[in-house]
DNA sequence: CCGCTGTCATGCCGAAACAGCATTGGACGC
DNA sequence: GCGTCCAATGCTGTTTCGGCATGACAGCGG
């Protein structure tokens, strides 16, 4: 599991469409299409319905979409904090 | 970033020594204190302080430290949501 | 019923990332 | 100054990864 298979899956979650997914996030579709599936592996459970039309989410997809945000921007988090720290410990 | 890079700060500044976290994390020194290096460039700042006896957290690395142990337990609890979710579902 | 369109999945290949080995460079204690 | 211990770097083989081309399948119109 990586941090940008959880970009992935949010993008993918948000568009219902992996190929709108994929522009979005400046990739092509097969990448990203392996991205949920290896996602889907490693937890052991699918996460969406592929309905021929689109992606729809799961209940676990649902569950794990609210983690996911949290982690994202916890990570954000983490990086703000860190620049103000340091830009705050050289100012004036 | 990604998650490896997230766990390998954390074993090291638990450790304040490279290849201790090294052996923790079933790897080797180089990888590892690449791992930091990379995540110092991406952040812009040094985390650590190199003292000719091991490593040291400066305050941009503890602030860091606070939202990477959020991160990853953030992740795991992901994983056992979705598992807790697909193991609920199928219960009688 | 049959092709047409739109979607995700897969086979394949070249490029990039990665881990490990060997070595360097530097700090500390004696 | 010398030996020891540490992190950083050069290098190489392997693995991972992204993109292209294609396959497999559902839904729709005729």
Redesign the pocket.
């Known amino acids: 599991m990586?941090l940008?298979h959880i970009q992935s899956f949010v993008a993918?979650a948000e568009?219902?469409?992996?190929?709108?997914?994929?522009r979005r996030l400046?990739?092509?579709?097969?990448?990203?299409?392996?991205?949920?599936?290896?996602l889907e592996d490693e937890l052991g459970a699918p996460l969406?319905e592929?309905?021929?039309?689109?992606?729809r989410l799961l209940p676990a997809g649902e569950a794990f979409l609210v983690h996911a945000r949290r982690i994202l921007s916890e990570v954000d988090a983490a990086v703000h904090t860190v620049r103000g720290v340091v830009g705050n410990s050289g100012e004036s």
């Open positions: 990586s940008t993918v568009e219902c469409h992996v190929g709108r997914a994929a400046h990739l092509t579709q097969p990448p990203l299409s392996r991205h949920i599936l290896a969406f592929r309905t021929g039309r689109g992606m």
